[in-house]
Each structure stands twice: as C-alpha cells, then as structure tokens.
C-alpha cells in the first residue's frame, strides 16, 4: 500500500458477494460488501425485496437488542441481526468503510466465526483513501457491572482485550484471553473462533423461534459430557476467543477504531452494548483523534496500533 501505514481510511478494493443461512431464522441469506468513500463508515443497506431498501449505520445508537445476537434497528421497524461476526471481521482488518447490502433481516452466520469473511476481504484486499484515519480514543475509565457481569473500558496506547467467561460445565470452565488486536492478532487468534451453545438449550430456542439456522456446521454444540462436533474445537480455550471475537464486532459500533483496553469478565452482547452506551454517555471519557502520517514501512501490515501520544485531539 502506498502513502503512509495506518495514516489514511480503507475501504475494500472490489466488490464482495457471499451467501449462507440466517442461524435465528434459518432463511437464505445472500450480502454483497461494497466500496464506499472515506466518512462513509460501515453502514447496512437492507433491501428486503424493495427497491430503495432502508439503510442503518453500524453506531451504537442503533442498538436494539442484545440477545443471543447484536441487532441494528432504524426504530420504525426495519432491522438486521446477528451484525457481530461480519463487523468484527470488518474492524479487526482494519476496514473503515463499507456498504453492506444485504436482502435479509440476518447476516449469514457462514461456519459460525468470522473466518469467511476474512478470507473473502483477504482476497479482494483493501484500498487506501484520501480521507485521514480518525480513532476513539478512551480518556478516562468507565465501568458498568451488569448482574454478575463486569465490563470496563481504560485508556491504553492502542486496542487491548482481556476477556474471562466462566461456566460450570468442566467442558469449558473458567477461560480468559489477553491480546493486542490488530489484523495479524485477529487472524491468528480470533477470527476462526466459533459459537457456541448448548444442546439443552436447543428446544427451548426452536420454541423461542430462535436457532432454527444453527447447525453443527455453524455452532459448537455441547453435550452433557461432550463436545458434539466430530472434528472437536479449533482452539482448546475456543469458547473464550469467540467471546473475544464478539467484543471487536460489538465495540466496532462505536463508529471508529477504539484506542483503549476493554476488560470484560462474564460478559457478551448486552455488556458489550451497555459500557459503549456508558462511554458515549460521558463527554469526558473520549475524543476522537486524527492519526499521523508515518512513513511506510515495507510489507508493514496496516494496524491500529499506533502511538496515541502523538495523535492530535478532534472533536469534530
């Protein structure tokens, strides 16, 4: 890439096309990501059969439900769920705009993980705009516990994770994570991580009209005393990594790359919505701020990791 690494917006470099299920509706779902210019953001368009189609921001004022899922709502009624999974593969590449286009209520839940859609903006790659590259840097630390979950974003000189679950089954017990992210991190260590859930649960969500898309093709199951899966986990501590892997995807509706360490302990999707919400609520606690242009570095990757001490302070 020319010009300077991390210094300007991206978008994708050519049109992506992909297929798959809705894993709540269980209905075919087919999404095009399209190019956008720089300040567009990541936003959905949903056409629903319509020609004109309603379009929502991937903000988390749009949030508006948090179960099993994260969905985006223009509160007249059209929505679109289960947005974590594509949106962390967005953010954690680090693409900065983005129009996806979708002709269902429900992005496709692929294999369960973020993987495809890695591949696929892999294959394309991406495209550096004239636009500066902006970021939400966290100035102050923000806490919110929710029941017996605990959710916390602190400054930090890039973006940090430090996720822990805890479950009674010893089939995951209590699990934790700690990383850097940035696009070789979230390939490595997050990207393939799949959800998960619970074969007690499955008859209670079918009644719920809930997980008629999941399958053992897009979810780890677990049994009483096993994982159901023939071929097993793709991570020993999986189950942590997908949570992980959620907390890109729903921190990716602050609107910008966030310069913090998010600590997160029994959390998921409602945490995640409630400390953004938190966040925003406080003026002190954020500005947003404009990266330096640095000189490229050869076969350097394209990261958010970059030093927040020289960034100027915008809030524009």
């Known amino acids: 890439m020319k010009g300077f690494i991390g210094a300007r917006q991206t978008t994708l470099a050519s049109e992506i096309s992909l297929t798959g299920t809705g894993v709540h509706g269980g209905a075919p779902v087919s999404i095009s990501l399209c190019p956008a210019d720089g300040d567009t953001g990541l936003r959905f368009h949903i056409s629903n059969g319509e020609a004109d189609g309603i379009e929502i921001a991937a903000d988390q004022q749009w949030v508006t439900g948090v179960t099993l899922c994260t969905v985006l709502g223009d509160g007249n009624g059209a929505s679109v769920a289960t947005v974590e999974h594509l949106l962390a593969a967005l953010?954690?590449?680090?693409?900065?705009?983005?129009?996806?286009?979708?002709d269902s209520p429900e992005v496709p839940i692929m294999d369960g993980s973020a993987a495809p859609f890695v591949e696929a903006i892999d294959e394309v790659g991406l495209t550096?705009?004239?636009?500066?590259r902006r970021f939400l840097k966290v100035l102050k630390p923000i806490c919110v516990e929710d029941g017996g979950a605990v959710g916390e974003l602190t400054p930090h000189n890039g973006f940090r994770l430090d996720v822990e679950i805890g479950f009674e089954t010893q089939l995951i017990g209590t699990q934790k994570i700690e990383i850097?992210?940035?696009p070789g991190s979230f390939r490595r260590e997050l990207a393939r991580a799949r959800t998960f859930g619970f074969m007690k649960d499955v008859e209670r969500l079918?009644?719920?009209?809930?997980?008629?898309?999941?399958?053992?093709?897009n979810t780890?199951?677990?049994?009483?005393?096993?994982?159901?899966?023939r071929e097993g986990l793709r991570f020993a501590d999986e189950f942590v990594r997908h949570k992980a892997l959620?907390?890109?995807?729903?921190?990716?509706?602050?609107?910008?790359?966030?310069?913090?360490a998010y600590r997160s302990r029994r959390g998921g999707h409602r945490l995640n919505a409630l400390v953004l919400?938190?966040?925003f609520a406080d003026p002190d606690a954020w500005t947003m701020v404009e990266a330096p242009r640095y000189r490229e570095v050869r076969h350097a990757e394209l990261s958010h990791r970059l030093a927040a001490a020289n960034f100027a302070a915008d809030r524009s």
Do not use: F, M, Q, T
């Not at 079918?206 to 093709?217: D, I, K, N, Q, T």
């Not at 780890?220 to 899966?229: C, L």
């Not at 959620?246 to 913090?260: E, Y």
């Open 206 to 217: 079918w009644a719920a009209g809930l997980a008629l898309g999941a399958s053992l093709e």
């Open 246 to 260: 959620d907390a890109v995807g729903d921190l990716a509706l602050a609107g910008a790359p966030i310069l913090g």
């Open 91 to 102: 953010r954690g590449l680090g693409v900065d705009n983005a129009l996806i286009e979708i």
């Open 128 to 132: 550096e705009l004239d636009a500066p």
């Open 180 to 182: 850097d992210v940035n």
């Open 277 to 279: 919400k938190a966040l």
């Open 220 to 229: 780890v199951a677990i049994g009483d005393d096993r994982i159901i899966n």
